[in-house]
């Protein structure tokens, strides 16, 4: 069903933690799952890896553009290699899910995503799928930019990690053409671990 992955994120170690990479974060993850090693290739600006799941070809790319022409990387890969938009899967973070929430969906706006917007304008097109990977909202848009180029706290980014590990763990069924085994496994969202109970405290004793 789908022959290119790909993960949105900015290059260089000041973004590498943070939320507007969180794509990127699920496509080393499908790295690590499928075996595959990527090198950056000049001509589809980014890193590049290649494998086969039933005999098909299955590309997976990290864009080394900054978000903003993600889609000079998607295009140049796609069209090479004549891939048609639905069959392209491009991970990317959302503002309008909670850390923990991802989804899955065809098509539809870009919402203000310069990655989206980029990809959109360059394939002419905004017929592929999305993995949608929530990373919650400032509440203010005047903070956008700078929520998404911050780095999350510890319990945010277990959240967003399990996502990826649930959209991980449904790649099998993805590549196998089973989207609404796979839709139902990415959408179910894992309930926060209760914290441990405070230790009782001795007769007397004043918390510290």
Known sequence: MFKLLVGLGNPGPEYEDTRHNAGWWWLDRVAVYLR?????????????GRTQVQGQPLWLLKPTTYMNRSGQAVAALARFFKIAPHEILVAHDELDLPPGDARLKRGGGHAGHNGLRDIHAQLGSADHWRLRL??????????????????PPQEQREAIDAAIDRAAHALPLLLAGDVAKATSLIHTTQPPRPKPPRPPQAPGSAPG
């Open 134 to 151: 929530g990373i919650g909202h400032p509440g203010v848009k005047a903070e956008v930019v700078h929520w998404v180029l911050r780095k």
């Open 36 to 48: 595959v090693t990527l090198h950056p290739e000049r001509s589809y600006f980014g890193l590049v």
